[in-house]
């Protein structure tokens, strides 16, 4: 998969010295206190813009980490383009990691950290970044957009990974966390509590699917309800809902030429 990708390895304190080449897929991996943080990356020498994409849910029995879901878009933007993959999905036998990391360390904040130096190298502003992801990759999204003080557009996400499928969440607690520290897991799991202790929310795309129950109830209807008691101050942008109804693709995310024609108009409003 990655023989067609320039292979770059550095430590985290390596990375702020590192040019990249543009117009070339690369492969990125950072060693970061013991632990392998890996990128996909492509630069366009035109774009001051970049999207970032996260992965949600992979199959054991097909593919293992490290996870790069929609790598072949590169090629559909505009804009540069860094796909993550999620170090969590490496520290045990789970399908779904939501960049919770382990007890002591909280992988999104150090993804977020890797990505601030990717940014000053190319001289890409945070606020130029537009993180998209579905399911899992749009909890991320909002949580990278939150801490980055970026964009997100997200499609069907989790915003409270506690209120998913109680398999993958009991699977997630017995690898990583345990029953402790309450406080803790509050703000790693819910992209909420995420946006207060930032004190930050994003500007937000939110396309839901409302014939997907599961989705609805768990996770679109209590993030509103949530979201609307943060205080005003930290509103850095509208949150802005796109309601369809699909019985068909369900929990599956749009199709991808309304997916880009999305983002594409996101990026319009991008500075």
Known sequence: ?????????????????????????LKLNVTKDGILFEFLLFFKDTSKKVAVLGSGAFDRNKMQPPVFHRHKWFGDFDESVIIFND??????DINIG?????????????????????YQCLGIKTTSALYFGSSAGGFTAMMLASYMKGWAFVNNPQTDIRLYFKT?????????????????????????????????????????????????????????????????????????????????????????????????????LVK
């Not at 170090?87 to 045990?92: K, R």
């Not at 382990?102 to 150090?110: D, K, Y």
Request: net charge positive; hydrophobic share 35%.
């Open 1 to 25: 998969m990655f023989k067609e990708y320039e292979n770059i390895n550095v430590t985290f304190d390596e990375l702020k010295n590192k040019t990249f080449s543009k117009n070339k897929k």
């Open 87 to 92: 170090p969590t999905l490496s520290l045990g």
């Open 98 to 118: 939501w960049g919770y990391g382990n007890q002591e360390r909280h992988f999104i904040s150090e993804i977020g950290d890797i990505l601030k130096i990717i």
């Open 168 to 268: 993958h969440v009991d699977k997630l607690k017995c690898v990583v966390y345990g029953d402790e520290n309450i406080e803790l897991i509050n703000i790693r799991s819910n992209v909420v509590e995420w946006f207060k202790k930032n004190k930050y929310v994003p500007r937000i795309y939110y396309a839901q699917n409302l014939t997907c129950s599961h989705d609805m109830n768990k996770h679109f209807l209590p993030f509103l309800d949530q979201v609307r008691h943060i205080d005003e101050r930290y509103f850095k942008g509208k949150l802005t809902t796109h309601l369809y109804a699909d019985k068909e693709r369900g929990h599956d995310p749009l199709e991808k030429r309304e997916t880009l024609g999305i983002m594409r108009n996101i990026f319009k």
